[in-house]
């Protein structure tokens, strides 16, 4: 058995395999391209992972720091830190006391005791699937949270998201402070949004209910139809994505980020913003019978066009009749 002190660095190198290694307080072992350690054993030291190497089955007190390659089977006991740049990371095991870092990349098969924890940073998602359960989960700035089955007590949300399994469905959640993505083959049953957003990005959402400051976005392969846009909300038509007979009511903004809004009714006090690449698009039969009237044009920063709406007279008619 190798023990690395303080001071040390052991370098696994091409063609190596390295086995039952313990890391000592400032100590270090590198697994470079071609080599691979298993079963280290990591006492308040680090080990790292680069390109084209291999770690299984270490067990973590310390430090392990993943910049790329493959990383299988670590456990993270009480003080032990995973943090994961990149690569693959798979089966980490977190006891109590054990925190997992992720700030790149998809982890899978990962599990928690309670009082373990996790922190998922802009660029990196976790899998929940079905089976597991996290007792203390951070979304930090872009982290995602990938819903297909299992449970999450103590979710802490800084702005990440959290995203429905493609065939999952997710049902009587609160989105507050944050997103919720529903992308296709996934399904969203009876959600409240309050000072959060919820993206469409081809899957399925019925009951929805908006509250204050809460937006809706259309995202590439995303159709939302008969969508009422109320006083405070805004809907964001990202490129790719399609809102059909949407209605603004007053005070609501839709904004066409580069989609397409086919049928739009803009009631009074209602706002349209046409953003670069955006399309608005009237079907002939309704173009026929009306022309736009009360409506203004106004170039924004971005070189798209606002589109705001004033009635002509007192009478509240969205559009006035071509005689």
């Given amino acids: 058995m190798t023990t690395v002190s303080a001071g ?47 770690i299984v089955s270490a067990n973590v007190a310390g430090y392990q720091n993943v910049y790329a390659g493959m990383v ?10 995973q ?14 006391g054990g925190i997992l ?16 924890r996790i922190d998922l940073e ?16 951070s979304l930090i700035y872009g982290g995602q949270l990938i819903l297909s089955g299992g449970t999450v007590h103590g979710l802490h949300l800084r702005g990440g998201d959290e995203v429905v399994g493609s065939g999952f469905s997710l049902s009587g959640k609160v989105v507050s402070g944050y997103g919720l993505v529903v992308p296709s083959g996934a399904t969203a049953i009876d959600m409240t949004v309050k000072n959060g957003q919820i993206v469409f990005e081809g899957g399925t959402v019925t009951g929805l209910r908006l509250g204050p400051n ?16 109320s006083s405070g909300l805004t809907l ?14 007053s005070g609501g903004t839709i904004v066409l980020a580069g989609g397409t809004a086919k049928d739009l009714v803009v009631e009074d006090g209602g706002n349209e913003i046409v953003a670069s690449g955006g399309k608005l698009i009237v079907s002939s039969g ?5 022309v736009a009237a009360g409506f203004s044009l106004s170039k924004d920063a971005t070189g798209g066009t606002d589109i705001s709406y004033k009635p002509i007279s007192g009478a509240h008619t969205p559009l006035a009749a071509h005689h």
């Avoid at 870092?101 to 373990?116: H, P």
């Avoid at 802009?122 to 989960?137: D, H, I, K, P, R």
């Fill in 286 to 290: 309704t173009f026929g019978q009306y």
């Fill in 8 to 54: 040390q660095i052991l370098i696994v190198s091409s063609g190596q395999v390295d086995s039952g290694t313990v890391i000592l307080n400032g100590g270090q072992e590198v697994v470079e391209a071609g080599g691979t350690a298993i079963g280290t054993v990591v006492s308040n030291g680090a080990v790292q992972v680069d390109s084209g190497g291999t």
């Fill in 236 to 249: 964001y038509v990202s490129s790719g994505g399609t809102a059909t007979q949407a209605t603004v009511m």
């Fill in 101 to 116: 870092i992720g700030e790149a990349g998809t982890l899978s098969g990962v599990t928690e005791t309670l009082g373990g």
């Fill in 122 to 137: 802009s660029g990196a998602s976790l899998v929940l699937s079905s089976g597991t359960s996290f007792s203390n989960v």
């Fill in 72 to 81: 299988s089977g670590t456990t993270l006991h009480g003080g032990g830190t």
């Fill in 83 to 96: 943090v994961i740049y990149g690569g693959s990371v798979s089966e980490t095991d977190i006891q109590k």
């Fill in 214 to 229: 809460a937006s809706e976005a259309v995202a590439s392969g995303g159709v939302l139809s008969g969508t009422v846009v």
